[in-house]
Nanobody, 127 residues
């Protein structure tokens, strides 16, 4: 079975940094594009970032461009999200997900093509 486990969340002051990790098992990791999504209470899920199978193609939501960096280490079956200059509006539960494709589609932000999801890790940014 496929298992995705996020880690690295926590509480940080505005302007601080966190690095999230997502370790995958039960799948051929470099066959899959991977994504980060977030959801705050009472709000819809938001696509944060997507990265192709090799790590050479990356995509970001406009709200995080220039502040967040997605990367992957296929040898470790691990996905990362480096989050800098954090803002209170970044507060959410963050989820990693594995796509049904090796590349990020034009509709990656919708999340519909992502087959597998982790349990989430909470990020809280205080002002």
């Amino acid at each position: 079975q496929v298992h995705l486990v996020e880690s690295g969340g926590g509480s940080v002051q505005a302007g601080g940094s966190l690095r999230l990790s997502c370790t995958a098992s039960g799948l051929t990791f470099d066959d899959y594009a991977m994504g980060w999504f977030r959801q705050a209470p009472g709000k819809e899920r938001e696509g944060v970032s997507c990265i192709g199978w090799s790590g050479s193609s990356t995509y970001y939501a406009d709200s995080v461009k220039g502040r967040f960096t997605v990367s992957r280490d296929n040898a470790k079956n691990t996905l990362y999200l480096q989050m800098n200059s954090l803002k209170p509006e970044d507060t959410a539960m963050y989820y990693c997900a594995a796509s049904s494709k090796g590349y990020c589609s034009a509709s990656w932000k919708q999340g519909g093509l992502f087959k597998y999801w982790g349990q989430g890790t909470q990020v809280t940014v205080s002002s």
